[in-house]
């Protein structure tokens, strides 16, 4: 099993700021994995992050909207950029071990 | 890509209801997972079934991988139980990243 944490649990911002999320993970895994959740919908795959390596992105999401970095086997960080109400999520950071672990979500209100 | 059906989509029960929610999907697939998805937001992982039956608790799980779909049975339900209920999989021979389905919504009342 995993224990993953993420900071901030919530925040509020004006549009037009950026908010860096931390995702860290007790133990050292090769990927990590970013998800959106609006609200009332399912899961949607941003990113996966590998160590040492550029981030891949999911058809939709951009580098430059969703900046990570991913500098160690058991943290990354997700940057929401420039911001806009339609940002307005629950962010989610997971890992894989089969079965997949997810951390318990930062929760983003862009006013 | 993979389609992921889960119904009903919401489902009210009175607290001691048993319940069953149910997972179709469109193509083969090697992995399932089920998920519970708390009030405030937390996501659990109750099942990770491929395929046979699997049990924990009051809450048992069975996929049928020749038939594409998979069952999350709920006994004696509590209030607790309550949030959103999420089935993913991951498509045979695909990338390893899991679909999810649109969740069925829980409420059960005391």
């Known amino acids: 099993s995993a224990v993953i944490s993420q900071k901030p649990s919530r925040d509020i911002c004006q549009r037009g700021t950026s908010l860096t999320i931390q995702c860290q993970v007790d133990?050292?895994?090769?990927?990590m994995f970013w998800y959106r959740q609006q609200p009332g919908q399912s899961l949607t795959l941003i990113a996966t992050?590998?160590?040492?390596?550029?981030?891949?992105?999911e058809s939709g999401f951009v580098i430059d909207k969703f900046p990570i970095s991913r500098p160690n086997l058991t943290f990354s960080t997700l940057t929401v950029s420039n911001m806009s109400p339609e940002d307005s999520s629950i962010y989610l950071c997971s890992v894989d071990l089969r079965p997949q672990f997810f951390g318990p979500g930062t929760r983003l209100t862009v006013l | 890509g993979i389609q992921v059906e889960q119904s009903p989509p919401d489902l009210i029960l009175q607290e001691g209801a048993n319940s069953t929610l149910r997972c179709n999907f469109s193509?083969?697939?090697?992995?399932l997972q089920w998920f519970h998805q708390n009030p405030w937001g937390q996501l659990i992982n109750l099942f990770y079934?491929?395929?046979g039956t699997k049990q924990n608790g009051r809450l048992s799980a069975t996929t049928v991988a020749t038939e594409r779909y998979s069952l999350l049975y709920i006994s004696s339900s509590q209030t607790t139980d309550s949030g959103v209920y999420f089935c993913?999989?991951?498509?045979?021979?695909?990338?390893?990243?899991?679909?999810f389905g649109r969740g069925t919504s829980l409420i059960v009342h005391p």
């Open positions: 993913a999989v991951e498509k045979t021979g695909g990338s390893y990243i899991p679909t």
């Open positions: 992050a590998n160590q040492g390596s550029e981030a891949t992105y």
């Open positions: 133990s050292q895994v090769t990927m």
């Open positions: 193509d083969s697939v090697n992995n």
């Open positions: 079934i491929p395929s």
